[in-house]
């Protein structure tokens, strides 16, 4: 290099501190952090709503800016995701038919090494990227075997909840890659008649913006609670030596008796049910007794069809 060439570089470099440690990422987690006996959707909402406060709140001191409205909205989707991955992973830990469709994939040594076997599961999740209506529709399908689910469709009643999903997460790849500029891709999957004119566009979310999303995640997150919750939970019937399946599914039928199914009935309870806002779920003795008269129903109409 030449003289020249070195006086370019110099005036070209601005003056700065030149970092000497090595950043100690170890002390950026909590480490006192115990996990909370939530279940995933009161995971998510709890997020949620703090997200909520934060953008709401500076709003009321006149904050409120475009810069913290795009990170709030990184926040959401990023919650909602990890409603997804907590729901998946507690769900293999309990119910049979997840079991056997994750026990086909593969782990990395280091996370069978050092996971606890709680955590495990969540192993199976570390290379797949939730933040799309596809991957979150699939990994319901493959690892759940919920019905009419799948990566290229989903049940009618939840179809408009993964539109807006979709839509959510086109968004949020302009805010992770492009600091909030969109680009063409996003543009061709938006719609791109409604969006050529915004292309290199950066966002620009207003408080209503804000709220629309966030109703919109929430809705998404009971809507597939609910329905997974009742898919799963009638499964654990229909496909047990008591549901008349050729080959079930699970080892061991319902005793038909809330003391008896407490223990077990509980595990599944716990993962769907939600004690935060404003739809708090019916205890568990209601859902209970719902799931027993399905019971009724589904093996009276099996009788039926039999004669």
């Known amino acids: 290099m030449t003289k020249d060439e070195e006086a370019i570089l110099e005036a070209l470099t601005p003056s700065a501190a030149p970092v000497t440690t090595r950043l100690d990422t170890a002390s950026w987690f909590d480490g006192s952090h115990t996990t909370t006996m939530h279940s995933p959707i009161d995971e998510f909402l709890d997020n949620l709503y703090g997200i909520n406060r934060l953008y709401l709140q500076a709003q009321s001191r006149g904050d409120y800016t475009s810069m913290?409205?795009?990170?709030?909205?990184?926040?959401?989707?990023?919650?909602?995701?990890?409603?997804?991955r907590s729901f998946l992973r507690r769900l293999i830990l309990i119910d049979a038919v997840c079991q056997v469709n994750a026990s086909s994939r593969t782990v990395s040594y280091g996370a069978a090494v050092h996971h606890d076997a709680e955590l495990l599961p969540e192993a199976l999740l570390e290379?797949?990227?939730?933040?799309?209506?596809?991957?979150?529709?699939?990994?319901?399908k493959n690892l759940c075997s919920i019905t009419q689910m799948n990566k290229d469709s989903v049940p009618h009643q939840l179809k408009l909840l993964f539109d807006n999903f979709e839509d959510i997460c086109q968004i949020r790849h302009c805010g992770i890659h492009r600091f909030g500029k969109l680009g063409s891709q996003q543009a061709l999957r938006l719609g791109i008649d409604k969006h050529?004119?915004?292309?290199?566009?950066?966002?620009?979310?207003s408080i209503v913006h804000l709220q629309d999303i966030a109703e919109a995640l929430e809705a998404l997150v009971r809507g597939v609670n609910s329905y997974c919750f009742a898919d799963i939970i009638k499964r654990t019937h229909t496909a047990s030596p008591a549901g008349r399946e050729k080959e079930p599914m699970y080892a061991e039928s319902w005793h038909m008796d809330f003391t008896a199914d407490r223990e077990r009935f509980a595990q599944y309870y716990s993962i769907f049910a939600s004690a935060l806002g404003p739809e708090k779920s019916h205890p568990i003795e209601a859902v209970y007794a719902a799931f027993l008269s399905f019971v009724k129903c589904f093996d009276s109409d099996s009788r039926s069809r039999k004669r």
């Open 127 to 140: 290379g797949v990227s939730l933040a799309s209506a596809k991957a979150v529709a699939g990994e319901l």
């Open 68 to 84: 913290l409205g795009a990170l709030a909205y990184l926040g959401m989707v990023s919650a909602a995701e990890g409603y997804f």
């Open 196 to 205: 050529r004119s915004l292309l290199e566009k950066p966002l620009k979310l």
